[in-house]
């Protein structure tokens, strides 16, 4: 425990290092950069297509073309990386979400063509099914409606080379299978991939704050049988997030992804603690329609409140947040 020194007021005024701008910038514990943000892209079939994210103000969905300028864009604002999240047509949805790894997929293609416009900004892929089910869940399901666990590995694990081959950074298992980081892992290595990184998302909370991002790709209406409590976590947990971070640091993750992110600092902080790994944080889309719904009430300044809610991160331990207000925050950085 940090030893407080015995004095009191008034020979201790804390005020004292809040009166002026430069000691409050000199005595900050933590601060945001550029360097923090991780950016998702929402991915479309077709060419010329933007298709904005209704719940989402502010966010669209891009055909890779246009999503290969945002790129570009992005990382001339100096953003470090980008997460890829694809729109599928219902056509292509199938109950064992096999489009998942189509060599020529969306995201496939996406990679190969924003590694070779960007190659020097980071390419982050989701692993899990749910973009590619008929049943928007994040594996394969039984006669019952349960998730298989064993089974849905090894399409993850299909899944996952898939996007190695394509050209990805980081795979982020998002899936919440038991056994999935080890399997990616072994199945990397084995193809010689093995400096592609795993970002494992260690403490998926099962959350209602996931609705707007549903949305935008397109799972929501589908998502009528089973239960995602069945592989997310429970809300009310917080050891289990760090036996789950212990298993992924195990069986081979390089970092740490806790999602939701500002409902969930406390497990951040504890992650980032126990484990000292690099740990990222994503605000997930609930986090940022809350704002963003603020915002066009005029009940909330975006730029304030958007800056503090990462900076919230950081001082719980976040080496990086991944968030749909990245592109925002990276210009307001740059003009300061
Ligand atoms: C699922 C996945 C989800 C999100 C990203 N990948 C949620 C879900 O379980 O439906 C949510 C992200 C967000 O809400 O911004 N693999």
Redesign the pocket.
């Known amino acids: 425990m940090t030893q407080f020194p015995n004095i009191s007021f008034p020979t201790s005024r804390p005020r004292r290092l809040r009166d002026k701008n430069f000691i409050r910038r000199l005595v900050r514990e933590s601060s945001l950069s550029v360097e923090d943000l991780i950016a998702?892209i929402f991915l479309l079939p077709g060419k010329n297509k933007r298709m904005p994210v209704e719940s989402m103000p502010g966010v669209d969905r891009l055909s890779i073309d246009l999503a290969k300028k945002h790129a570009l864009h992005l990382h001339e604002l100096g953003i470090p990386a980008i997460a890829l999240?694809p729109v599928l047509p219902n056509e292509l949805k199938t109950p064992d979400g096999s489009e998942a790894y189509n060599k020529k997929g969306l995201i496939q293609l996406a990679i190969e063509e924003i590694k070779s416009t960007v190659p020097d900004l980071g390419v982050i892929s989701?692993v899990?099914l749910?973009p590619y089910t008929t049943h928007g869940h994040?594996g394969v399901l039984d006669s019952s409606g349960a998730v298989i666990n064993d089974e849905t590995v090894q399409i993850l694990v299909k899944q996952s080379i898939s996007l190695a081959i394509a050209g990805v950074d980081v795979v982020a298992p998002?899936?919440m299978m038991d056994g999935r980081v080890g399997a990616i892992r072994k199945a990397l290595d084995a193809k010689g991939y093995q400096n592609v990184k795993i970002l494992a998302y260690s403490a998926?909370y099962a959350s209602a704050?996931?609705?707007?991002?549903?949305d935008a790709i397109g799972?929501a209406g589908t998502l009528m049988k089973g239960d995602?409590r069945s592989y997310?976590m429970d809300p009310g947990n917080s050891d289990e997030a760090l036996r789950e971070a212990g298993l992924d640091i195990a069986e081979g993750a390089d970092m740490i992804m806790v999602?939701?992110g500002m409902p969930y600092l406390d497990v951040l902080q504890r992650i980032k603690a126990e484990f000292s790994v690099p740990t990222f944080a994503?605000q997930?889309?609930?986090e940022?329609s809350m704002i963003q719904a603020a915002v066009e009430r005029g009940w909330l300044d975006q730029k304030s409140a958007a800056t503090e809610s990462l900076l919230a991160f950081k001082r719980a331990g976040a080496d990086g947040i991944l968030t749909?207000f990245a592109p925002m925050i990276a210009e307001s950085l740059k003009e300061k």
């Open positions: 998702p999240f989701d899990a749910d994040d998002s899936d998926k704050f996931y609705g707007p991002f549903r799972s995602k997310q999602k939701p994503y997930v889309s609930g940022y749909y």
